[in-house]
């Protein structure tokens, strides 16, 4: 029996693929081991988004040739689909996006010497083919990620996602739902979807995202629905009020801004203003009693000046989001962006960071300290040992981590918790 070892780099959608292609392996027969020496194959699924990305990748890669020189290194995913056949001379197998369902086959072509190069990959921006893959079950216990849809038509100026992935490609629905009950029969209470570009599912098929969490919502034994990264175009007021009627819905809505100033935005070719994505927000806060929204945002994008980045951070305070994801703007070759002019110093980055992240922490408290004395809906994780003394931990529906003393086995469940003390709210 042949052993695997499995690591995996990026985004919830790769997390998803290489527990998929984990899933083959143990089906096949293969025998899944740690990352570590030992192992007759390594695959590292791998990530292109930034610069520092692909510089991870290969240091995995190599990291995998030197704990066994003899084994196979599979290197699959968006790095090698943007970088082809010769992204690195460690690589025996390149397997390229919508290649990984054929995981098993090439590993058999390979060992038999039927493999060719070039064969791993395809042209990526001219298929209109979802890659079917599948999971019964997940690292998490308790929250599974399924993805829906891979792809993205955006060509946002600093991202290379579009040429590493393809155009949007949706997952049947009746698919979909298979998995959502597989995953149900096996005692998973949450899922949530995700994808390369989530807000555009079924603009490819006729369908729509709306839909499908509808029809999702009705499956037994799933009782919350989360939902991954959002544009803020899909928040309509027919998109809010149908999910705030849907009670298994998560109040967290992460959406994606990347800047609060709209000559940034345009510069991002991002193709909506702040003052929309305000809109958004305020429809949100209409529907759903004090959800918790979230964001990402890049400072230091070319051409961002002290007054731009004022105007961001202006808006981004007036949002006020439980928790933004801060980004220094990184240039990634291959993108419009990394040939603009008036780069931001690296220097410059880092102080508008500090800036940001110090804005998010005040607001996450101001956002956290409304919860003391409040009684909210937990579904129960793991046990930690906090202030010397253990606690049961899991994350609420607006996916804040609360804590309460014990030690009993409550992993699964979903109980209220009372918040009496800010030691109980877990970071």
């Known amino acids: 029996m ?4 499995l690591h995996n780099l990026g985004c919830k959608v790769n997390a998803y693929e290489t527990e998929a292609m984990q899933e083959l392996l143990a089906q096949h027969g ?5 990352f570590e020496e030992g192992a007759d194959v390594y695959i590292i699924n791998t990530c292109t988004v930034t610069n520092m990305a692909d ?20 290197a699959a995913g968006c790095y090698v689909q943007a970088r082809g056949e010769d992204a690195d001379d460690c690589i025996d197998i390149v397997i390229g996006n919508n290649r990984k369902k054929d995981l098993i086959r090439i590993l058999e072509e390979y060992e038999d010497g039927r493999w060719e190069t070039g064969e791993g990959l395809l042209d990526i921006d001219h298929t209109d083919e979802y890659e079917e893959l599948n999971v019964s079950r997940t690292a998490e216990h308790t929250r599974a990620y399924i993805k829906v849809q891979d792809g993205c038509n955006q060509f946002c100026s600093y991202c290379i996602i579009p040429y590493a992935r393809g155009r949007v490609r949706s997952r049947k629905r009746e698919s979909v739902l298979a998995e959502v009950r597989r995953l149900a029969e096996g005692g998973y209470k949450e899922v949530v979807l995700t ?30 629905i989360r939902l991954g990264s959002l544009e803020p175009r899909i928040v309509t007021e027919e998109f809010a009020q149908a999910l705030a009627g849907l009670p298994k819905i998560c109040p967290h809505f992460h959406l994606s801004l990347q800047s609060g100033c709209n000559a940034t935005l345009k510069r991002m070719n991002r193709r909506y203003t702040a003052e929309e994505y305000f809109e958004k927000c305020e429809l949100l806060r209409r529907y759903f009693r004090d959800p918790a929204l979230t964001t990402d945002v890049i400072v230091g994008f070319p051409g961002e000046t002290d007054a731009e980045f004022e105007e961001s951070r202006a808006f981004i305070d007036r949002v006020d989001f439980y928790e933004t994801h801060v980004f220094k703007y990184s240039k990634r070759e291959g993108t419009k962006a990394a040939g603009m002019e008036d780069q931001v110093p690296d220097e410059v980055k880092t102080a508008r960071s500090s800036v940001l ?21 937990v579904l129960m994780e793991e046990t930690v040992m906090r202030g010397g003394e253990l606690y049961e931990t899991g994350h609420t ?8 003393k014990g030690s009993e086995n409550l992993t699964n469940k979903v109980i209220n918790v009372e918040i009496e003390s800010p030691l109980q709210i877990i970071h």
């Open 2 to 5: 042949k052993k695997v070892a």
């Open 30 to 34: 293969y025998e899944i081991v740690p």
């Open 55 to 74: 510089r991870k990748s290969r240091q995995m890669l190599h990291r995998a040739r030197k704990m066994n020189p003899s084994a196979v290194i599979v």
């Open 195 to 224: 994808g390369i570009h989530l807000s555009s599912y079924g603009v490819d098929t006729g369908d729509d995202l709306l839909r499908l969490i509808e029809v999702v919502h009705g499956t037994d034994g799933i009782e919350r």
């Open 357 to 377: 992240l110090e804005l998010s922490r005040r607001k996450q408290a101001a956002y956290e300290e409304k919860l003391i004395g409040t009684t909210v809906e």
């Open 397 to 404: 529906k607006e996916y804040v981590k609360i804590g309460r």
